[in-house]
């Protein structure tokens, strides 16, 4: 069956610190892939997405992730992390033979300390 | 442009009652999808409509229901509420392809079933 794993419940880093958000999906081709992430009381924006090409992602807010085939990740990454990226974030994949069906994962918390 | 708009915000019912949530999509927007978002199982994926016809659904029991207007309006039904349908409702349009075009999210319902 296909999934999405988020192995992190909650991940807590200082502000400026680095991050790195797991994500892990099966599914029996290259799938579309995204992030989104939830702020306190609101609903999910989508920090970027990807399907082929450059495995390296650039997103809005700063983020990035990258596609990994050989181990079937899309972690997110963000290089220093600001005060205002507490929030909720979701790993979503959409099957190529399905694109408007999309799979969230359980999602990660993330707390920054100043 | 208005965004995704979904009423009531908030809603308090009783085991055995029915409810029905309401979602606008975005002007233009020809896709809505239904999720639902409770503590530790993240969102998951209720169904999706596309000019009034189900084309995707999930594996929700047949209490779970839906149907969209004309005019792209969704509204999403609870029939024979139990506890365990507490939750956040969230609701998501896009352009057609729920993958190939960016997916916006509303702010959601909760729902608080006694």
Not at chain 2, 38 to 66: A, V
Not at chain 2, 89 to 96: D, I, P, R, V, W
């Amino acid at each position: 069956a296909q999934s999405v794993t988020q192995p992190d419940i909650h991940i807590t880093v200082s502000e400026g610190a680095s991050l790195e958000l797991r994500c892990n999906y099966s599914y029996g081709a290259t799938p579309y892939l995204f992030w989104y992430v939830q702020s306190p009381g609101q609903g999910l924006q989508l920090l970027l997405k990807y399907f082929s090409g450059d495995t390296l992602v650039q997103g809005i807010k700063g983020f990035e992730a990258e596609f990994k085939r050989s181990q079937s990740s899309f972690n997110l990454r963000k290089p220093s992390v600001h005060w205002s990226d507490a929030a909720e974030y979701f790993c979503a994949v959409a099957s190529y033979l399905n694109t408007d069906k999309l799979i969230f994962g359980t999602g990660t918390r993330l707390q920054v300390f100043p | 442009k208005a965004g995704v708009t979904q009423t009531p915000r908030y809603l308090i019912k009783t085991r055995g009652q029915q409810v029905t949530l309401s979602c606008s999509p975005i002007s233009g927007h020809r896709s809505v999808s239904w999720y639902q978002q409770t503590p530790g199982q993240g969102l998951q994926f209720l169904f999706e409509y596309f000019s009034e016809t189900q084309r995707n659904k999930g594996n929700f029991p047949g209490r779970f229901s839906g149907r969209q207007f004309s005019n792209s309006r969704s509204e999403m039904n609870v029939s024979t509420l139990e506890l365990g349908d507490s939750a956040l409702y969230l609701c998501a349009s896009s352009f057609e392809s729920v993958a190939k075009n960016i997916q916006y999210f509303g702010a959601g319902t909760r729902l608080s079933v006694l």
